[in-house]
């Protein structure tokens, strides 16, 4: 006969379990194969398909793709807590998602990147300057310095703080005058996309830009994104 390792309230003598509320809460699979799934997910830069976790991991692909969707949740809970702030870079960019609402089925994306530091991508519907304001304005913190293309919808950032463009047509950087950074960003999540997950959903496109920016922004300490997983694996 099976037996369960319960925990029970002194004061209401209900039962719960160790995994309660957290990302494993009900689940049938054990936890040395969440564990592998977290490392998976964590040490790939580009990130890990559902069909991958499937073949390492020995289930099936819906119990793959549901773990991955929990684990991306837990990810979210650490990069959107604190804004970003010193040296900015802010660039948008088309992604093409399935069922998306803008021009060959894709969604606009804002992504803000801190030099050498943490980043932020969100999906932020028509590419219009007061969409970009909003986000912009939720994420970032004692900002000094902003830097950006020239695009005419970038225009307002100069009135959160001092802003510096470069024009992408004529030249790609003038000293400290790039956006580089960014492009980079955008260059990595973009192949992730298109050679890992082949397809992304609109639906879910904002917890793969969630899961691509935790990774990112932890890049240089990547010994310890599986404890901060952990963390906050609260569901």
Partial sequence: MQTYNRWQCRACRYQFT?????????????????????????????GVAAKQLERELGVCYETAWYMAKRIRKAMKHDIFEDRLCGIVEVDASPVKADGGSGRFGSENVLAMVERRGALKMAVIGELTTANIKRVCLQNFDRVEMIYSDAASSMGFLGKIAEHRTIAHYWKHAEGTTHTNYVESAWSLFKRGVYGIFHHVSAKYLQDYLDEFSFR???????????????????A
């Fill in 18 to 46: 160790v995994t309660a509320k957290t990302i494993f809460h009900r689940s049938k699979i054990k936890l040395p194969r969440w564990f592998v799934a977290i490392w998976l997910m964590c040490n790939s830069p580009k």
């Fill in 216 to 234: 990112y922004s932890h890049r240089k300490e990547r010994g310890i994104m599986v404890d901060l997983v952990l963390a906050n694996c609260e």
